[in-house]
């Protein structure tokens, strides 16, 4: 299965930039994610930013004219010139841009994708800036690291979409913390008390059997709403693996349907995946409908873009967990 890993910043001069990432995926796929409009504008730029492509003309000399709008509504219009296209091996632009009205970042970008194997490629971006004070402008103003981090995980999330097919969920994220500190947060009642539960849900009882065939059966308020809901583990693979029968329930622990979606699958399967490199930990979340109904599974897919609002909540809850919030 696609496991992205942790994006990693190189050793690089006083004037370039130099991110990393390896992703379980042919470097024909990932080449064709890259390279494909329809595909960039859903995973261009850092978490929280919309991509808007006015121009895209994959040659030397050709133009990727965009725009991105950041989660506060401010644009940054962007404008590169391709200089030299490898198929499948590099891409190399000039580029310029930033914040409408503000000072503008100017830099040249190669990516690189390397094949280390019939399934995994490593791809690797160099900004190169005319001095050392336009690169520590963008890393200070734009957050240009953390951001160009972001930019790769999107990617990732997207790789390991695309490689899994139409009825598959799934979601990756990087948590600034050791494997062994967010393996405990899903593996220890106390911290699943702390984060658990999409935003605005608070655990208000929870019993956990961590091993297979034991689970976890919790109780979720949001105001007046009461929601209880059980995992029931198939593997425990610690600091490594995770996956379980997800499912709402009633406060016996018996299996029951989504109280407001009768036509939402009885269960699905969850399988989580934790992989470190540099004291970052990426899980890698997948879900899918278990001996389900053609009709369950259309509702399923359609529903793909709110299950990811709220895994996106409840994974914003477990990185301010891990940041001590």
């Not at 299965?1 to 690089?12: F, I, N």
């Not at 935003?199 to 956990?208: D, I, M, P, R, W």
């Not at 029931?232 to 299996?255: G, K, M």
């Amino acid at each position: 299965m696609p496991k992205p890993h942790a994006t990693t910043v190189q050793s690089a001069s006083e004037r370039e930039i130099v991110l990393a990432r390896t992703f379980d995926a042919p470097r024909e796929l990932v080449w064709d994610l890259w390279t494909r409009p329809e595909h960039i504008a859903r995973w261009w730029g850092p978490k929280g930013f919309t991509t808007q492509i006015e121009e895209f003309d994959l040659r030397p000399g050709g133009r990727f004219k965009h725009v991105m709008r950041g989660p506060d509504g401010s644009s940054y219009p962007n404008l590169s010139v391709f200089r030299e296209i490898v198929a499948l091996e590099r891409i190399v632009y000039t580029h310029g841009g930033g914040r409408e009205g503000g000072r503008g970042a100017h830099f040249e970008t190669t990516w690189s994708f390397e094949a280390l194997g019939p399934r995994r490629t490593r791809v690797t971006g160099r900004m190169v800036f005319p001095t050392a004070e336009d690169r520590a402008f963008v890393i200070r103003e734009y957050g240009a690291i953390e951001g160009g981090r972001q930019h790769l995980a999107r990617l990732a999330e997207h790789v390991a979409r695309s490689a899994s097919g139409g009825d598959e969920i799934v979601l990756v994220r990087d948590f600034a913390a050791p494997r062994e500190l967010v393996w405990e947060a899903w593996t220890d009642v106390e911290h699943l008390r702390r984060w658990w539960g999409p935003k605005g849900f608070t655990v208000e009882s929870a019993a956990l059997d961590l091993r297979p065939g034991g689970s976890f059966h919790y109780l979720m308020r949001a105001g007046g709403e009461e929601m209880w809901g059980k995992f029931v583990f198939r593997e425990v693979q610690p600091p490594e693996r995770l996956s379980w029968v997800n499912s709402f329930s009633d406060p016996q622990r018996a299996t029951a349907r989504h109280a407001a979606h009768e036509a939402w699958p009885l269960e699905m399967l969850v399988e989580l995946t934790f992989l470190e490199n540099d004291g970052v930990t990426t899980l890698t979340l997948r879900s899918s409908p278990l001996d389900a109904s053609p009709s369950e599974r259309k509702v399923f897919r359609d529903g793909h873009d709110s299950m990811r609002g709220g895994w996106g909540g409840t994974f914003e809850q477990l990185d301010e967990h891990l940041r001590g919030g």
